[in-house]
């Protein structure tokens, strides 16, 4: 159990650039999720797989903003054209399923739009 | 939905007692507890799956009253390593009925002091 492993841990992009985050997950959990994170908040979440499908989306998440996880492995979320509002630590974290046992979460990567 | 985390902060001395609240609006499945100690990715405490369970990790426990939607983390003789932000997660059905993920809270700020 190597844990969950995220790539980069920093991020620093200007606004407009597209950026491409991605994360292993523990390979016996079969979910993944993405969350962002802002100071003094809560984890904020985007989106979760099982398997290779995409079962949830927040509704409040921006159309510039999609998520992969091809073969059920790694997944990768990428951020077109950023905008300063992006700024945010992105979290993924993955776990056996509902009930099973709780989310480990990756060290995250830290997205700085200027 | 988010739930509700009370009190926002508490600051204890080494050895006293302290109660975070976490409350829903929605129906819950379950609620999980996660601690996240400054600059590091939130770890999982435990998770309650059933009205009126109760679970003990170590000097914390918490329970779950299923009718109320509210759960409740206790931290018994506090130490310093008991410091750091502890959020719930709680996990209802989403309304396309397609998958679970968690909802966190704003997290309680915790510092024990010697």
């Known amino acids: 159990d190597t844990g969950v492993s995220q790539d980069p841990r920093h991020k620093i992009t200007k606004r407009g650039q597209n950026v491409t985050f991605r994360c292993d997950p523990i390979?016996?959990?079969?979910?993944l999720y993405w969350y962002r994170q802002t100071l003094g908040q809560g984890p904020e979440f985007l989106t979760y797989?099982?398997?290779?499908?995409?079962?949830?989306k927040s509704r409040l998440l921006s159309d510039r903003f999609s998520a992969e996880r091809p073969k059920g492995s790694f997944s990768t979320l990428e951020i077109q054209r950023t905008e300063q509002g992006d700024s945010a630590m992105y979290l993924c974290?993955?776990?056996?399923?509902?009930?099973?046992?709780?989310?480990?979460f990756g060290s995250g990567t830290r997205l700085t739009v200027v | 939905q988010q739930p509700v985390q009370s009190p926002q902060a508490v600051i204890l001395r080494e050895g006293e007692d302290a109660v975070i609240n976490c409350s829903s609006s929605?129906?819950?499945?379950?609620v999980h507890w996660y601690r996240q100690k400054h600059g590091e990715a939130p770890v999982f405490l435990m998770i309650?799956?059933?009205?009126?369970e109760q679970k003990g990790h170590e000097k914390i426990s918490a329970s779950f009253n299923e009718k109320k939607q509210q759960s409740s983390l206790y931290l018994t003789a506090s130490q310093l390593s008991y410091s750091g932000t502890y959020f719930c997660?709680?996990?209802?059905?989403?309304?396309?009925?397609?998958?679970?993920?968690?909802?966190f809270g704003k997290g309680t700020s915790l510092l024990v002091t010697p």
């Open positions: 974290a993955s776990s056996r399923g509902q009930g099973s046992g709780g989310y480990t």
């Open positions: 997660g709680t996990e209802s059905p989403s309304t396309s009925n397609s998958g679970y993920a968690l909802n």
């Open positions: 390979s016996e959990h079969n979910r």
């Open positions: 797989f099982q398997n290779e499908a995409q079962l949830e």
């Open positions: 929605k129906a819950l499945y379950s």
């Open positions: 309650l799956l059933k009205g009126g």
